[in-house]
């Protein structure tokens, strides 16, 4: 039997320790990480080897050679291009004439591959995959399988509404030849995103099989210091090369030829490489040194990963740190946690190094300094720096100028010199200086700029429409109304960026290697003409002007402070919209009105409907996105009442074929569906999703459960202003008030809930679900949804935050908050 080695990725992630270094190659307790995976390989038995490879190919070949020195025998294929990972082995086709087995080169497992292989020959697969199952799922492909193991579900990589299980794809798979007939040649080819949802539709053969032992993907910094002390600590079972020694609980792997000095002191479990010097009375913990390392007197090491040709000076003291090759530490530095010596960096003597500190290969800290660099933030999002399409952190502690100067240079690389960026902003201090520090970062990459100013997301939306620009960005506050901030990317077409964007954004900033323009193709910032006018113009022939002419309506809007207050206004004076305006003017004091004063704001605009007799009272958020409503009796109307009764009054007045609601809508949306013959459609519940429906199809309404509607034709994503005149519209096409429209979700109850739950437990919680409701009635878009006659209940993972969200709805208010409760015991019993 042979094994196909996967061993060509960039190893963004784990940098700056694959600066020099492919990731294969990274050193795993005194061995590339690769050699652990041929060792195990040649343990069961598999001694053909191919490895497909594409990033610093020659430094592989150079160590593994022909393979003899491991007993294996050794074939090596480098890729063209990226053609994705099962791109790659058909690219290897000729070689693969018999059954075979694929791992990554960059794991650490200790997975008994036999079993695995007499599984698959046992249930006759054409593909099996090894699972295993993890405490935090979200960054592998998930896997659903029967009870007889054949796989019925497969989500790569999905958000946590989507986890349906905590039991996820390894990265190995065992393949019959004839599976490379499914895969096009010389293409972006995937296993996970291609192949195997292939295999599924066509109903082949496709087996999943859960592996006990030990598995880890060391594609993270945090991870792969982690394996090292999971070996250390004897959790995985692999081949610690050394003398092994010790006594008192205490194990020492010593190498050949080292110099240990009678007084140094060694506790817990410690790998001490060859021809290594060791001073007097060192006291070392848990920890790895590599060969040819010098660790000097009095020196304090607790829990780091050593490479080879290390040297630390005498009193230094490291903790929890990672030290690569030919990196030194000088006499009494200190080196804090979680910080990384890379390539041949040096500390100078009596220097300290705080904590999650990344020293770029041979750079040099002068003797005395303590370096505390911004990349302390960068260490905290070293998984994932995007959340969908923007970057979130709290102002002026996480993202920083510096910080926004780097993302506005990443994105400037990622779009190349000469381009140019519509970019807006809101109207707080906090905004307008992220804002300035990401136009230098995108000048210093040659990126041409249109600098907006403060202007709403919709009018910057509309400007990337006209096709002039490659993208769009806009800082602002979280409208969530707290410390946060929010740096929001757009695509060339007004569309969020995708995630293939933002990885790529994201790949040029932790690689911190992006290209500077040259001083003379530096960028230019102009500032576009007519920009209001333009999306006004657009805005009104996308209305109809007509149906205003002799309307009598009145209404009362309460712009919020924002921006909307600068452009709202001309378009209900073009359309002779009977007004009152509040609060229509911009302050950067009142950010947060929509979120922390809003019961104030809707008490207010209440009053002044009742007062006026008002048609409609209308609030705004300061972003221009979202709306609340008051209708003709001073009432405030629920988010979930108002997507109803826009549903309702949108397909009386136009009768789509489809509609687009959040999973987290009511039950009522089913039946104005079906009065009305339209298709419905449930999608996950954010932004990204209603954008994704909007864009499937021209003439599909889409309506949000937090105030956000997409109408068909004039925007891409949610318009608080469109909303509000397109609300008008159909009020007068219907010949009625807000308050006179009713269904049946006037005798529906909702009640909810947040339940505490660790990340560690998320997807077990899934998978305890999943098999819970089996045979029950269930929609899988955004967490569980399961249905009833006369109720649903939807439990769905947060995707920031260590909890769930429970949702029920009923016919009577206590049937939906006993539901609540008894989900949320169940939550808490599928955590033990």
Not at 358 to 379: F, Q
Request: proline share 4%.
């Amino acid at each position: 039997m042979k094994a196909v080695i996967m061993a060509g990725g960039f190893g963004t992630r784990l940098r700056p320790l694959t600066s020099n270094l492919p990731k294969p190659m990274v050193p795993l307790v005194g061995r590339p990480v690769m050699e652990h995976i041929v060792m195990l390989l040649r343990k069961h038995g598999i001694t053909d080897i191919l490895a497909i490879l594409y990033f610093q190919s020659d430094q592989i070949k150079s160590f593994f050679g022909s393979g003899k020195k491991w007993g294996v025998k050794f074939n090596y294929v480098t890729a063209e291009a990226d053609f994705g990972t099962a791109g790659s082995v058909k690219n290897a086709e000729d070689f693969l004439d018999e059954r075979f087995v694929i791992i990554s080169g960059d794991v650490v497992t200790d997975f008994d591959i036999s079993q695995a292989i007499e599984y698959h020959e046992r249930k006759k697969a054409e593909a099996t995959i090894v699972l295993t199952r993890v405490e935090d799922p979200v960054s592998y492909g998930i896997v659903i399988t029967s009870k007889s193991g054949k796989i019925t579900r497969f989500l790569e990589k999905p958000s946590w509404g989507k986890v349906f299980s905590d039991t996820v794809n390894t990265g190995i798979y065992i393949i019959e030849p004839g599976v490379l007939e499914m895969i096009p040649p010389k293409t972006d080819f995937d296993f996970s995103k291609n192949l195997f949802p292939h295999m599924l539709s066509k109903k082949r053969k496709l087996y999943g099989y859960v592996a006990a032992g030990y598995w880890k993907d060391i594609g993270h910094i945090e991870e792969y210091y982690l394996a090292h002390q999971d070996v250390l600590e004897g959790k995985v079972a692999i081949d610690i090369p050394g003398r092994k020694t010790g006594s008192n609980g205490n194990t020492l792997y010593l190498g050949n030829d080292t110099m240990v000095s009678h007084s140094a002191d060694f506790s817990g479990n410690v790998v001490i490489g060859d021809n290594v010097k060791i001073g007097p009375r060192a006291k070392i913990y848990n920890s790895v040194i590599g060969s040819d390392s010098v660790i000097g007197r009095d020196v304090n090491i607790n829990r780091i990963v050593g490479w080879d040709k290390i040297s630390i000076g005498p009193q230094a003291r490291i903790s929890e740190a990672i030290l690569c090759s030919e990196s030194y530490a000088g006499e009494e530095a200190i080196i804090d946690e979680e910080s990384i010596l890379s390539e041949g960096a040096r500390v100078g003597d009596r220097a300290h190094i705080k904590r999650n500190v990344k020293i770029w290969p041979y750079k040099e800290v002068e003797a005395g300094a303590t370096l505390s660099s911004s990349l302390i933030w960068g260490e905290r999002w070293n998984r994932e720096l995007f959340s969908d399409a923007k970057i979130s952190g709290i102002g002026n502690a996480e993202i920083t100028p510096e910080f926004a100067t780097k993302v506005g240079a990443a994105y400037g690389a990622m779009i190349g010199p000469g381009s140019s960026v519509a970019i807006c902003r809101g109207a707080s201090n906090a905004s307008r200086m992220i804002y300035r520090a990401v136009i230098s970062g995108l000048l210093s990459a040659g990126v041409n700029i249109a600098d907006l100013q403060a202007a709403p997301i919709p009018v910057l939306r509309q400007v990337l429409k006209s096709g002039r620009y490659s993208g769009g960005i806009n800082v602002r506050m979280s409208p969530r109304g707290n410390n946060e901030m929010e740096i929001i990317f757009f695509d060339f077409d007004g569309h969020d960026l995708p995630s293939s964007k933002t990885k790529s954004i994201e790949r040029l900033f932790f690689r911190e290697d992006f290209r500077r323009a040259p001083i003379d193709e530096v960028g230019s910032i102009e500032y576009p003409q007519r920009v209001y006018e333009s999306y006004r113009e657009s805005f009104l022939s996308h209305i109809d002007n007509e149906i205003f002419r002799n309307s009598s309506l009145k209404v009362v809007i309460d712009y919020g402070f924002g921006g909307a207050s600068e452009i709202l206004p001309r378009i209900l004076g073009t359309l002779g919209i009977d007004s009152v305006a509040l609060n229509s003017f911009i302050d950067p004091r009142q950010a947060f009105y929509f979120v922390h004063r809003q019961d104030d704001a809707i008490k207010q605009l209440s009053s002044i409907v009742k007062s006026l007799k008002a048609n409609i009272g209308i609030l705004l958020n300061s972003a221009s996105e979202k709306i609340r409503v008051v209708n003709e009796r001073g009432e405030a109307v629920s988010n979930q009442s108002l997507l109803m009764i826009v549903a309702r009054l949108y397909c009386n007045a136009f009768r789509p074929k489809k509609i687009a609601v959040p999973i987290t809508g009511s039950a009522a949306i089913n039946q104005i569906a079906s009065n009305y013959r339209a298709k419905l459609i449930w999608i996950p519940s954010d932004h990204q999703a209603m954008m994704d429906a909007a864009a499937s199809n021209a003439k599909i309404f889409v309506g949000g459960t937090k105030g956000g509607f997409i109408f068909p034709g004039f925007q891409l994503g949610v318009d608080a202003m469109f909303s509000v005149i397109k609300i008008l519209e159909l009020l007068i096409k219907s010949e009625t008030d807000i308050g006179k429209v009713s269904g049946p979700w006037d005798q529906l109850y909702m009640s909810g809930k947040e339940v505490a739950c660790s990340w560690s437990l998320k997807g077990q919680v899934m998978r305890n679900l999943m098999e819970y409701s089996e045979n029950k009635k269930r929609l899988l878009i955004d967490g569980v949804r399961l249905i009833e006659d006369d109720y649903w209940i939807l439990l769905r993972p947060d995707r920031k935050k260590a909890l769930f969200h429970i949702l029920a709805e009923s016919r009577s208010p206590e049937k939906s908050k006993e539901l609540v409760k008894e989900y949320s015991g169940l939550i808490k019993k599928w955590q033990k």
